[in-house]
């Protein structure tokens, strides 16, 4: 049998949480190891927003080929994020083409939003064109950063590996 529990978390409570959920019997229990499970849940400040990124893009990818990148910043909130700036490592071995916003100086595109609403996400896509010579794994790597407190670091940075061969007939 199952049970749902709904816990109200008070005012101001930040950081980790931990719900502790025992059980008990009248007959006989043959493992008592069993009875109890916890949970941790971390709590952000009404004042903080979580800001992740996400880069998607092809696999693999022939030399001499245009390929594309999404890069997708997300607010998980709570907070409305503020001054959000995200930057973009193009690939070694590319060539940049252009991107959907941004500008493009010495192998990065970075841009900027003044706020994104917490569940809101915008995506830029950056276009760029692998070296005819190119060969083995390319890696396009974007960061994203807030002004408003971002307690959780962890999903700020993400790449995407493609594996390159070699441009056909080359």
Known sequence: RS??????????????????????ATTLDPN??????????????PTQADVSVTVTGPATASGGQQIRYDVTVTNNGPAKASD???????????????????????????????DINSGSSITTSIYVRV???????????????????????SNNTRQQTTSVSAAPGG
């Open 3 to 24: 049970f749902s529990v709904v816990v109200a978390i008070a005012q101001g409570t930040t950081g980790n949480v931990t719900s502790t959920v025992s059980a008990t």
């Open 32 to 45: 008592l190891a069993n009875n109890t499970a916890a949970a941790v849940t971390f709590v952000l400040a």
């Open 84 to 114: 959000v700036v995200v930057t973009n490592a193009i690939p070694a071995q590319t060539t940049f083409v252009s991107a959907t916003r941004g500008s493009f100086s010495n192998g990065v595109v970075a841009w900027s939003h003044k």
């Open 131 to 153: 070296a005819a010579g190119a060969s083995g794994n390319i890696t396009d790597t974007a960061v994203a950063s807030t002004g408003t407190i971002d307690p959780i670091q």
